[in-house]
C-alpha cells in the first residue's frame, strides 16, 4: 500500500499535475504516455476536422502502432490512395499532435473492423445502465445440420468426406443427448 502524504490545515494546495505524474508513475507510466493519451484521444475526436470532408470519409483511423498510423479504407482502390496520400496525412496528424509523433501510415482494409471513432472513448456508463464494455455472452443459437451442402460437393473430395462424417456424428450425438 502507498504512503500517503499526511494533510495538515496548513499545507498549500498541490498542483494537479504534480499528483497525476506520480500517479503514472507508480502505474509504471511515464508523462509523455500520459500526454500522449490525451492527445491521440483528441485527435480521434477530431478527426473529421483534422483531415478534412475529402479524407476524413475515405481514412478510418484505427489507432496506432508505436509510431505508426493505421488507417482503414474499404476497398482496395482507397487503400492505394490513402497510400498515395500519406505524406499529407502524416503533415496534418502530425501538425495537430504538435510534434513528430508518427513516422508512417499504414492503411489497410477495414474488413468489419470498427475505426476508434466508433469505439466509446470515455468510461462513463451509457444512459441505459449498461456498462461502456459489457462482455459478449454466449451466443444460443445453434446451426442446424442437415447436411444439404454434400449434394453440391464432389463426393471423393476429402472436405465433403470430412463434412459427411461430421454431420454423421453430430446427428448420432443429437439422438444420443436430446435437448
Sequence with gaps: MAAWRARRKASEPVAACEILAKV??????????????????????????????DLADMAHPLGRHGSVLLLGAE??????ELHFQSGEILERVNAFMEKAVFDSVKVELLLGRQDVRLQSLSREPSPDGTNWRTPRGPV?????LSGA????????SIVARAYANFVRR????????PN
Design 170 to 177: 453430430s446427428a448420432a450425438l443429437k439422438q444420443a443427448f
Design 75 to 80: 476497398d482496395a482502390l482507397l487503400v492505394q
Design 140 to 144: 444460443d443459437v445453434q446451426t442446424p
Design 149 to 156: 451442402y454434400l449434394s453440391s460437393m464432389d463426393a471423393q
Design 24 to 53: 503514472m508513475q507508480r502505474l509504471g507510466m511515464s508523462a509523455d504516455e500520459g500526454w500522449l493519451r490525451e492527445r491521440l484521444r483528441q485527435l480521434w475526436i477530431n478527426w473529421n476536422m483534422v483531415m478534412g470532408p
